[in-house]
C-alpha cells in the first residue's frame, strides 16, 4: 500500500499576496481593479473574509488566471 501524503495547502490570501508582490501592486491597486473596497481586500488576504464567486471572477481576470486558481 502507497502511503499517502497531503497536499500542501495554504491561505488564498497567500496567494493574493505573492500576486502582488509580484507585480509590485499595493492592496488598493488591486481594490481599484476589483471595484472593491480596499478593506474588503486587505480581509481577504488576512483571511477573515472568503472569497466569493464574483470576486474569484475578478481576481482570475486581475492575474489571468482564472476564478478556479
Known amino acids: 500500500m502507497t502511503t499517502r501524503i497531503p497536499a500542501e495547502v495554504f491561505p488564498p490570501g497567500e496567494f493574493i499576496k505573492d500576486e502582488l508582490e509580484a507585480r509590485n501592486w499595493t492592496q488598493a491597486d488591486l481594490a481599484e481593479i476589483l471595484g472593491r473596497p480596499v478593506q474588503a481586500v ?9 472569497i466569493t464567486p464574483e470576486t474569484a471572477r475578478g481576481l482570475g481576470d486581475a492575474f489571468g488566471t482564472g476564478p478556479e486558481l
Open 42 to 50: 486587505n480581509e481577504i488576504i488576512a483571511g477573515k473574509k472568503t
